[in-house]
């Protein structure tokens, strides 16, 4: 028998190749096959109720009765509050966050950053049920008494418990300062050095190099981490459940209020026909939005890619 | 002018910033501290033996999630074993195989874009397409396909730092003795490197363990045990509740934060083990990477 050589076509191992590379790219595509299935999942399923509810009432409604005897589907202080309560966590943990980065990179001694970095990196893994439950116990009554105080004799105000819009802010502020921390870091430190040399030869303090040269050289990877805590935010679901209340309400900070998230963990146990279709488009909303962050976020990485 | 050169002037704004530096440095840690410690104080009473093997019982009047520990160790088990071999086969089919060109960057937006869906997206469309469409109802399957997609990007990711770091000596040597390119890539490529994959799994376990908005549901919420093999096989299509599913529960539904703090203690333990063998590994990898 003749022999055939490796890599010929007429090889055993030859057909090993080819079955192997077939394999691999179909691991490869599976990524397209996955966001192509949820994208015309979230449409098909989110687009019907549009028609059916009207465009203008569902999503500028702002009443929300989907059991009364004559339903209504308002969803827009579910957006506004998701979109309220997201900018304000944002506008609370950015600058916690970008300056425990500079302290990771820029002030502490190596000993005290070998400290603060794995306890960054453990707040990023805690369940966020954990932070949830811990936030039903200390921040809830917390507030309570807060509210109690300010709204002291008032009979307008609807008393939440403490279940409410500061308390969700704060938890979301908290759980996005690890991915904040964790990425502005790593574009600070790759601000290359002589940049810091040069400002400090010139006779700028440390603060000054780090607020004027350090921080606006590392601005598209801060900008990065700042999208990508927005994501997080607009996406956590499970914490602000159990700390913002449960009835749909305009974010004000002391009411009680529904995220666009919040409201598909507590209805769609148990919403049918025309509720469950609503709820469907509460989904495509927040996946409108999320593929909005996604965008800005390629935008970002093109544009710090060009510079490099 | 009377000041020397060398003399330093004082800057208020100086020493503002370096305040606030601290200060923010302090709260991160600080912010951990008081969570663990308050979930370890309400918690730790709760844990004992009975807690951990036992499943509640109403008529006894226990309280147990072994249930919901033997849930989640399907769960795991089950998504790492699909999802690893796809995540590693995507990696090294972009690595090695693909030459930059539309199919790739296609490929590395849709992993981009999969990392960024919020987990109640992922809840949301695995209960409609694996739940209804594929007829699988609320079940430990159901989850763990949706939870595939999940974690893919992480493992892609990872996988792919890791082949990236593997000298292009090794891949010539290989190919120039005359492996071929599957055979390359099965016996030097995927050995030296296992540590980064392994990382990259680790943390996707993790992920996994800390899951609850995606599996509310998918894969709903009993705590029973099965009582033979046979049924244990079964219940991959039966519905079960994971430790986060449960702990939500019990702090919502059940008002029962007793419960809730004892599930918290035992999520913490497994976070915080999963965290260190992955650093473990991790710092394993790095003297390589400096070769």
């Known amino acids: 028998m003749k022999r055939v050589p490796e890599g010929h076509p007429g090889h055993k191992a030859f057909t090993a190749e080819a079955v192997a590379r077939a394999l691999l790219l179909i691991c490869a595509v599976a990524a397209i096959f996955a966001v192509c299935a949820i994208t015309f999942y979230m449409f098909a399923k989110g687009l019907p109720a549009l028609g059916k509810v009207g465009v203008t009432e569902l999503l500028f409604g702002t009443t929300w009765k989907p059991t009364a005897a004559e339903p209504q589907f308002g969803i827009a202080y579910i957006i506004l509050s998701s979109i309220v309560g997201t900018a ?30 794995p306890a960054v990196e453990l707040l990023a893994a805690i369940p966020s049920v954990i932070y949830g439950l811990v936030g039903m116990m200390v921040l809830n009554p917390a507030m309570y ?22 308390s969700a802010v704060i938890v979301l502020a908290i759980m996005i300062l690890p991915t ?65 209340g449960g009835s749909v309400n305009l974010p004000l900070p002391f009411n009680s209020v529904r995220f666009l ?47 490099e | 002018m009377n000041d020397s050169l060398t003399a330093k002037r004082a800057r208020p704004a100086d020493a503002l910033a370096y305040g606030a530096i601290y200060l923010c440095a302090f709260f991160s840690v600080a912010l951990l501290a008081v969570l663990l410690g308050y979930v370890l104080v309400r918690g730790i009473g709760v844990i004992n033996w009975q807690f951990l093997t036992t499943v509640t019982s109403v008529l006894k009047g226990t309280v147990g999630i072994a249930g919901n520990l033997l849930n989640t160790l399907l769960i795991v088990l089950l998504t790492m074993l699909i999802a690893t071999p796809l995540g590693v086969g995507a990696a090294v089919y972009l690595n090695e195989y693909a030459r930059p060109g539309k199919l790739v960057s296609a490929i590395e937006f849709a992993t981009e874009t999969l990392s960024g869906i919020p987990s109640i997206i992922f809840g949301l469309f695995g209960s409609m397409f694996f739940g209804e469409t594929l007829g699988l109802g609320y079940s430990l399957l159901t989850g763990s396909l949706t939870l595939i997609l ?39 490529l995927l050995p030296s490197a296992t540590p980064g994959i392994l990382t990259g799994a680790i943390l996707a376990i993790g992920r996994i363990v800390g899951e609850s908005a995606a599996l509310l549901f998918t894969a709903g919420s009993a705590k029973a045990l099965p009582k033979t093999f046979a049924k244990l096989l079964e219940k991959i299509f039966h519905s079960g509740g994971t430790l986060t599913i449960q702990l939500y529960l019990s702090a919502t539904a059940d008002g029962d934060f007793t419960t809730a703090f004892g599930i918290a203690v035992v999520l913490l333990v497994l976070v915080l083990c999963i965290n260190l063998t992955a650093k473990k590994l991790a710092s394993k990898l790095d003297p390589t990477r400096r070769k």
Do not use: C
Request: glycine letters at 8%; zero cysteines; charged letters at 15%.
């Open chain 1, 88 to 117: 304000f966590s944002v506008l609370l943990g950015v600058p916690v966050g970008l300056m425990t980065a500079v302290f990771l990179t820029e002030v502490s001694a190596k000993r005290m950053a070998a400290v603060v970095q």
């Open chain 2, 150 to 188: 999940m974690v893919l990007p992480l493992l892609t990711r990872n996988t792919q730092e890791a082949l990236k770091t593997v000298p292009d000596s090794y891949r010539t040597g290989a190919l120039g003795l005359g492996a071929g390119k599957w055979h390359m890539i099965r016996t030097v």
């Open chain 1, 180 to 244: 904040v921390i964790s990425v502005s870091a790593s574009s600070l430190r790759a601000v290359p050095d002589a940049m810091r040399a040069a400002s400090l030869a010139l006779g700028a303090s440390k603060m000054q190099t780090v607020f004027r040269v350090t921080i606006p050289a590392a601005r598209s990877g801060i900008l990065t981490g700042v999208v990508l805590g927005i994501g997080r935010a607009l996406g956590e679901a499970m914490a602000i459940n159990m700390v913002a």
């Open chain 1, 145 to 166: 008494k807060l509210e109690k105080l300010i709204f002291a004799g008032s009979s307008t105000h609807q008393f939440t418990g403490g279940a409410n819009v500061l």
């Open chain 1, 261 to 307: 998230t919040t409201q598909l963990v507590s209805e769609m146990s148990y919403a049918e026909g025309t509720h469950r279709q609503v709820l469907f488009t509460v989904g495509l909303v927040l996946y409108l939005f999320i593929l909005a962050v996604n965008l800005v976020l390629l935008k970002l990485r093109k544009k710090g890619a060009e510079k």
